[in-house]
């Protein structure tokens, strides 16, 4: 029935009589001529209709916005001067010879082309926000990239294998979602966090070369980068190495970039410790378009009798950093007060700083409410630590080192974007060299950062009984532009080394064994090396779609409030399914209760 598409038409089509399909985007009344801007996924054609056709004419008269049509015209150049060079068809222009409505369309809740819509009545109507050509862009977008990176692990000998949607509920990080069992009452599947398990034993079983695009499913507090339910390029393989894994990865990240965008990544891409990472720039997955950096000052800081100053550096897990601000002594007082509300956020008690008027002055020189409790020493060491010069301005952060890397990481952000620091570009860069611990104040005990089936560095191994918290991971994370698009480690395929790590965590046999035994299990049977990555589909397609949330290229998302508000889900259901599930709702088990 179409011949093509509307958004295809172009001059190879001139004198061709085409079939055309798709919805009224925009009509025009020109006194005699009517002309309709047809548009389909493709993009949009002008359609143009005149009197001496009275039957088409007379059905475009009735046409509105959105009414769903097929048009059979012949494709013709448009006159000279009325060249649109924004559309792929905006040579040629389609006359009609014939026009069908195949169906109206009721007044929409908002124009397509509005563009300070809230996202409350974009998801609201999220049938009609997906006609909007940006998120068409954004869709199409994403099936181009994953594509590319099915294409990709294809031609590497990868198998897509599938994973199961109901599982078993283990720890990896974050709360489970629940699916009560009817079968079997009072017992519950979880939805997979993420297929990892599956795919180790998948390795075991001698599939070597592992891939999967799946959902992946998190009860967690939200943001723009996360939904509840979120799709991952899933990988794993047998007998590569750390280096031989991320190199291939980043072989295939550039194919995807290539391919989709036609942009050249860097290659190869750098690579940065996490210890490194954290004292330059205060965060694992850093915004490397951003120059500026923090310096660290904690072992100064012993020295002085600045409370504020001396109190964070000699605290166990304390630090004191700063962060220079090129040309930044121009800033206002309310912009110096706006930044110290925002990293508030981050739990900073506030925000000291310096401005540089002087560096020849010494303390004369410097502009700050706390330059008087600094001796000159001290203050001539920050300058020179910070490579200050005049006109610059220092920020401080002081407290514990986690509250001062979220804070100086963030504003270092904030300020590098907002006041034109930042470079235009991809700069992507490998995070490696994880600690393989941290430590839990609340359960005074040591947790993995990762998961408990990464594996120790070479020569850290013995660390797992002595010194835990000197133990790195075998862990990578590839991270662009500030946003953390993969993660994954080597992981463990030796029984004793497992059971150290067991040790470590403080998770006993027993309780080994009711969490993870089918995993544990099938590593006694001859398990090979492996390891293996987690890309994000959402993350990486919003960055190339340059949109502000992973929202924007998800065809039915959540809110941060995991509502959806097309479906008004989640909802309450009726007793008789709860029933059938053997779940009372606490009114009922109180009521009945009362009742005995």
């Known amino acids: 029935m179409r011949t093509q598409y509307c958004g295809l038409v172009n001059k190879s089509h001139l004198g061709q009589t085409v079939t055309l399909m798709g919805w009224a985007h925009r009509r025009r009344d020109h006194g005699g001529v009517i002309f309709i801007d047809l548009r389909d996924r493709e993009g949009v054609v002008q359609i143009v209709c005149d009197p001496d056709r009275p039957e088409p004419f007379k059905i475009a008269e009735s046409v509105r916005n959105e009414y769903v049509l097929k048009v059979v015209g012949q494709v013709r150049a448009r006159p000279e001067g009325t060249v649109n060079p924004n559309i792929a068809s905006g040579e040629i222009e389609v006359l009609a010879s014939n026009i069908e409505v195949l169906n109206t369309s009721a007044p929409l809740p908002f124009q397509l082309d509005d563009e300070h819509l809230s996202e409350t009545v974009r998801l609201s109507h999220r049938v009609i926000d997906l006609r909007r050509p940006q998120m068409q862009k954004n869709l199409m977008l994403r099936y181009k990239v994953a ?14 294998i599938e994973t199961p949607m109901l599982t078993k509920s283990t720890p990896e990080g974050a709360r489970d979602y629940l699916v009560p069992s009817r079968v079997h009452p009072g017992q519950f599947y979880a939805l997979p966090q993420s297929p990892q398990l599956f795919k180790q034993m998948l390795m075991v079983a001698g599939f070597d070369r592992y891939y999967q695009i799946t959902k992946c499913f998190r009860d967690e507090d939200l943001r723009a980068d996360r939904q509840p339910e979120f799709t991952q390029v899933d990988i794993e393989t047998s007998f590569l190495e750390e280096g031989e894994i991320t190199a291939l990865m980043e072989e ?3 194919f995807v970039f290539r391919q989709t ?50 109190a964070a550096a000699d605290l166990a897990d304390g630090r004191v950093a700063a962060l220079r601000i090129p040309g930044g002594g121009s800033l206002t ?11 508030a956020i981050y739990g900073a008690k506030g925000l000291a700083y310096i401005k540089v008027n002087d560096k020849a002055k ?18 001539a060491q920050i300058l020179e630590r910070c490579g200050a010069a005049d006109g610059d301005l220092i920020f401080f952060g002081a407290d514990k ?18 006041k034109g620091y930042a470079e235009d570009g991809w700069y992507p860069v490998w995070i490696t060299d994880f600690p393989m611990f941290e430590y839990d104040d609340e359960e005074k005990r040591w947790v993995a950062l990762h998961h408990p089936f990464t594996s120790p560095k070479d020569g850290h191994e013995a660390f797992l009984d002595s010194d835990p918290a000197r133990c790195l991971a075998k862990a990578y994370d590839l991270a662009l532009n500030g946003w953390e698009i993969g ?44 390891g293996g990555i987690a890309f994000g589909l959402d993350r ?40 059938e599930l053997h779940i009372r709702l606490r009114q009922q088990a109180e009521a009945a209760k009362a009742a005995s």
């Open 147 to 160: 594509m590319a990176f099915r294409r990709f692990l294809d031609e590497q000998g990868f198998i897509d």
């Open 252 to 254: 295939m990240i550039r």
């Open 261 to 310: 965008l036609g942009i050249e990544l860097p290659n190869p891409f750098p690579r940065m410790s996490y210890a490194e990472a954290m004292t330059k720039y205060g965060s694992d997955k850093p915004d490397l378009r951003v120059p500026l950096q923090l310096t660290e000052l904690t072992d100064l800081m012993k020295t002085v009798e600045f409370k504020v100053f001396r």
């Open 333 to 343: 007082r309310k912009e110096i007060d706006d930044y110290t509300n925002f990293v």
């Open 362 to 379: 010494g303390l004369e020189g410097l502009q700050s409410p706390i330059v008087k409790f600094l001796t000159a020493e001290v203050a």
């Open 401 to 418: 080192a986690k509250i001062v890397n979220d804070a100086l990481g963030a504003l270092r952000v904030k300020i590098g974007h907002g």
């Open 487 to 530: 993660g994954g480690s080597m992981r463990i395929h030796r029984e004793d080394v497992q059971s150290k790590v067991f040790r470590a965590l403080a998770i006993g046999a027993e309780e080994a064994q009711q969490k993870f035994g089918f995993l544990l299990d099938a590593l006694r049977y001859g398990a090979p090396p492996h």
């Open 540 to 579: 990486v397609v919003t960055l190339m779609a340059g949109a502000e949330s992973i929202r924007d290229v998800i065809a039915f998302p959540k809110t941060q409030r995991a509502q959806c508000l097309l479906t008004q889900a989640p909802g309450p259901v009726d007793e008789k399914q709860l029933r």
